[in-house]
């Protein structure tokens, strides 16, 4: 853990502004900013540790857990929610007994809220890992579900 941090930390700390690219970064190795990387990285770049949380609290990019083994990412704007996505984000929850921002108890699932994934003619979307669907109801996330594999 340390190591990623410190990386970090060393590549962006002499850059302007360089809060956002130390977290971008640890979160990229670690998959989360653990909390107790605060201190650190406060520290680090002479600011406080409210400063640091404020960030990692404000964008909900950020964790501060780690992610399930699979993370699907719901698009939640207007253009998705016009087109039942409400529904599919109701029957996503319920399926995966989570809400959004939460880990499944297995740790095998991770809901996330988006907010356009840029495929709004073919809404509701979401991404599974790192593959993007459109169209997709709750029969097809289900579908979905079952049949995705872990993302690397």
Do not use: W
């Amino acid at each position: 853990m340390n190591e990623a941090i410190e990386a970090a930390i060393a590549r962006h700390r002499d850059q302007p502004g360089p809060l956002l690219l130390v977290l971008h970064d640890i979160q990229q190795a670690m998959g989360y900013v653990p909390p107790a990387a605060v201190p650190r990285i406060a520290a680090a770049l002479q600011l406080s540790r409210a400063e640091v949380h404020g960030v990692l609290s404000f964008y909900h990019y950020f964790r501060d857990q780690p992610p399930g083994d699979r993370t699907i990412r719901l698009c939640r704007a207007e253009a998705c929610q016009a087109v039942n996505g409400d529904a599919l984000a109701r029957h996503a929850a319920q399926r995966l007994g989570i809400g959004f921002g939460e880990t499944s108890a297995d740790g095998r699932h991770t809901l996330e809220a988006v907010y356009c994934l840029g495929n709004c003619a073919c809404g509701p979307s979401l991404l599974i890992g790192k593959e993007l669907h459109g169209r997709v109801t709750p029969e097809r996330f289900d579908e979905l579900l079952d049949g995705a594999e872990p993302a690397p």
